[in-house]
Nanobody, 126 residues
Framework: HVQLVESGGGSVQAGGSLRLSCEAF????????MGWFRQAPGKEREGVVA???????SYADSVKGRFTASKDNAKNTLYLQMNSLKPEDTAIYYC?????????????????????WGQGTQVTVS
C-alpha cells in the first residue's frame, strides 16, 4: 500500500521561499503521475503542479515562474520549491499520485486521476 508523506511546510513572509518534500513509501511502480495540490480555507482544492514519469510537467498559471517541481527517483521523493511566495499561496498542500490510468492535465497542474494522497502540510504566507 503506497504511502505519501509530506514535509517542509511552515510560515514565511511574503517574498520568501519554502521547499516541500513528498516521499513515497511502498512504491514499486515505474509509471506515475505525481503532483502537489492545495486547499485554502473556504476554497476548493486546486492543482499546483504535476509531473509524470516521462518527465513532463504541468503548472497551474498562478504559480508559473515562482514554483518548481522536481523528482528524485532514487529517493522516491517529489519536491516543490516555492519562491516569491504570496499571501494567496497560504493553504494546506497535499501530495498525490496515480500509477495507472492517468494522463497529465496540461495547464492545470494536475493528473486526470489520483489514487493516493498524503496527509497535507500547512503553508502560511503573511
Amino acid at each position: 500500500h503506497v504511502q505519501l508523506v509530506e514535509s517542509g511546510g511552515g510560515s514565511v513572509q511574503a517574498g520568501g521561499s519554502l521547499r516541500l518534500s513528498c516521499e513515497a513509501f511502498a512504491y514499486k511502480y515505474s509509471d506515475y503521475c505525481m503532483g502537489w495540490f492545495r486547499q485554502a480555507p473556504g476554497k476548493e482544492r486546486e492543482g499546483v503542479v504535476a509531473i509524470d514519469s516521462d518527465g513532463r510537467i504541468s503548472y497551474a498559471d498562478s504559480v508559473k515562474g515562482r514554483f518548481t517541481a522536481s523528482k528524485d527517483n532514487a529517493k522516491n521523493t517529489l519536491y516543490l520549491q516555492m519562491n516569491s511566495l504570496k499571501p494567496e499561496d497560504t493553504a494546506i498542500y497535499y501530495c498525490a499520485a496515480a500509477f495507472e490510468g492517468y494522463t497529465l492535465v496540461a495547464g492545470r497542474g494536475s493528473c486526470s486521476t489520483l489514487d493516493y494522497w498524503g496527509q497535507g502540510t500547512q503553508v502560511t504566507v503573511s
